[in-house]
């Protein structure tokens, strides 16, 4: 169905998401489609989205790396979600072009997935410089915005807990840090309530696990000792373990970004915004 096809069906605002086919933006997708929209999915591998078009979802071809095409791409929009890309090399030209691409195809209100304290005395400025850049772009271009900020998503941690869980020890670089780990499913579930909502605009959102947790209660969780090492003791370790080298530096990092207080927020925005519980690490634990 086109865009003003879905307009003289009575869907009101039209909802776009880029990188639709990473795991946020189609679990984002999905939750719309819930509630009876039928978003604009923008992805590099449209056919990977045969089953979200089939429940009505619109499915166009977009890349940032071409970034000509993109006005195309978000045409008819209303309300676009920028989630961020993983292409660390060069992801702030990939989110400058597509907010111009945005601005061009007259969509009023970006919305963009960032991260918890991207200020430039954080240890992981690799990540976290790119958000705090695509921000700037962001309050600078956009005609309406809003920023969400992600903790760190303790999915992406939670095959190194389990590894640790067998292993008999919770080998770690956190020291005393303490962090407010939370789901990406519930981050997801944000994202669709700001687009779907209003009152939204021009706000900043810390998007949080219900409560900061560090290296002794994750080992409690996994019931487990806590074995402390180096950063580079952590790096050694998560390579041995079978990490690419420079997924293992990242890890190391961001853990020792903890430790020396960033990544703190711990916030009510979940409940807020969704009013239920942000969803507790004990309960993704035992989930996977």
């Known amino acids: 169905m086109s865009i003003d096809g879905l307009r003289r069906?009575?869907?009101?605002?039209?909802l776009l998401i880029t990188g639709a086919s990473g795991r946020l933006g189609r679990r984002v997708a999905e939750l719309l489609l819930d509630a009876g929209e039928?978003?604009?999915?923008?992805?590099?591998?449209?056919?990977?989205?045969?089953?979200?078009a089939a429940r009505g979802a619109v499915v166009r071809a977009g890349d940032f790396d071409a970034p000509d095409g993109l006005p195309a791409a978000f045409a008819g929009g209303?309300?676009?979600?920028?989630?961020?890309?993983?292409?660390?090399?060069r992801r702030v030209r990939q989110h400058?072009?597509?907010?111009?691409?945005?601005?061009?195809?007259g969509i009023g209100h970006v919305v963009y997935t960032s991260l918890s304290d991207p200020v430039p005395a954080n240890p992981a400025r690799l990540v976290t410089d790119a958000h705090r850049h695509t921000e700037a772009a962001l309050r600078a271009r956009a005609p309406q915005w809003t920023i969400l900020r992600h903790?760190?998503?303790?999915?992406?941690?939670?095959?190194?807990?389990q590894r640790a869980a067998a292993q008999g020890r919770l080998v770690t670089n956190l020291g005393d840090g303490r962090t407010a780990w939370v789901a990406r499913d519930d981050c997801a579930a944000v994202a669709a309530a700001v687009l779907r909502g209003d009152g939204h605009e021009g706000l900043t959102y810390d998007v949080t696990g219900p409560e900061r947790l560090g290296a002794d209660d994750l080992a409690g969780l996994l019931g487990v000792p806590v074995a402390p090492v180096t950063?580079?003791?952590m790096v050694a370790h998560l390579v041995a373990d079978g990490l690419p080298p420079h997924r293992a530096e990242l890890v190391a990092t961001w853990h020792r970004a903890i430790r020396e207080g960033f990544f703190t927020p711990c916030t009510t925005t979940i409940p807020d915004l969704l009013t239920r519980p942000a969803t507790p690490l004990a309960t993704l634990l035992t989930e996977r």
């Open 9 to 14: 069906a009575g869907a009101g605002r039209t």
């Open 38 to 52: 039928a978003p604009v999915l923008v992805t590099r591998r449209p056919a990977v989205l045969d089953d979200l």
């Open 78 to 89: 209303d309300r676009l979600l920028l989630v961020s890309t993983d292409a660390l090399d």
């Open 96 to 105: 400058q072009d597509a907010l111009d691409a945005a601005v061009a195809a």
């Open 151 to 161: 903790a760190t998503y303790a999915d992406a941690l939670v095959p190194l807990w």
């Open 231 to 233: 950063d580079a003791g």
